[in-house]
């Protein structure tokens, strides 16, 4: 997930997408019970997150698009 973050992280400093976008790393420093934030508009995650995950379910329930990490890669590799 990292590894995907840096690309996007890129392609937003040669403005290749949306200059209002906000990363949150949040697989890199997320502590249990931490309040999600109320702009979170997409959510990227892999398999090990799995779908009963209460963070998850309540983005969910606030209708902010999921994305599985294969989506990610391949928004990332287009054009």
């Keep these: 997930?990292?590894?995907?973050?840096?690309?996007?992280?890129?392609?937003?400093?040669?403005?290749?997408?949306?200059?209002?976008l906000k990363i949150s790393k949040s697989d890199l420093a997320?502590?249990?019970?931490?309040?999600?934030?109320a702009d979170i508009d997409l959510v990227v995650c892999s398999s090990a997150i799995p779908e009963n995950d209460p963070d998850l379910i309540e983005?969910?329930?606030?209708?902010?698009?999921?994305?599985?990490?294969?989506?990610?890669?391949?928004f990332l590799s287009e054009g």
């Design 30 to 37: 997320y502590e249990s019970n931490d309040p999600l934030d």
């Design 59 to 74: 983005l969910k329930k606030r209708g902010v698009k999921t994305w599985h990490r294969r989506d990610m890669l391949n």
């Design 1 to 20: 997930m990292s590894a995907l973050i840096k690309i996007l992280e890129e392609k937003l400093e040669l403005g290749l997408v949306d200059a209002k």
